[in-house]
């Protein structure tokens, strides 16, 4: 298994700050989840956190500190990392993304 990403850690932004047309992509936020800062951009497509996986406990992936995944093909998924497993400290507003390749 393979995992690309530069370690660099993505802004969530809120429902109310994608345009209309990545709005749309997302038919199912209600009005009081339009603040609630989940979204974030990855090789030119928008994803919510609350569409994640938490990564199999036994995985290689859950091995190598990534915490949550979203299948994108048999051999692939986007992966993601919500806090430093080292030290357990929630990001916060931000979010660190990877590609896993097997």
């Known amino acids: 298994m393979r995992v690309k990403w530069n370690g660099q850690r993505r802004e969530l932004v809120m429902f109310a700050n994608l345009s209309t047309k990545q709005q749309q992509d997302f038919d199912y936020i209600r009005v009081d989840?339009?603040?609630?800062?989940?979204?974030?951009e990855?090789?030119?497509s928008i994803y919510d956190c609350r569409e994640f996986q938490v990564t199999?406990?036994?995985?290689?992936?859950?091995?190598?500190?990534?915490?949550?995944?979203?299948?994108e093909s048999y051999f692939s998924a986007v992966v993601v990392k919500?806090?430093?497993?080292?030290?357990?400290?929630?990001?916060?507003?931000?979010?660190?993304?990877?590609?896993?390749?097997?």
Do not use: C, K, M
């Open 56 to 71: 199999p406990g036994v995985s290689e992936l859950n091995s190598l500190g990534w915490q949550g995944w979203q299948p």
């Open 82 to 102: 919500v806090f430093d497993s080292e030290t357990n400290i929630l990001f916060e507003d931000e979010i660190v993304v990877g590609y896993a390749h097997w």
């Open 33 to 40: 989840e339009f603040y609630d800062p989940r979204f974030f």
């Open 42 to 44: 990855y090789r030119g």
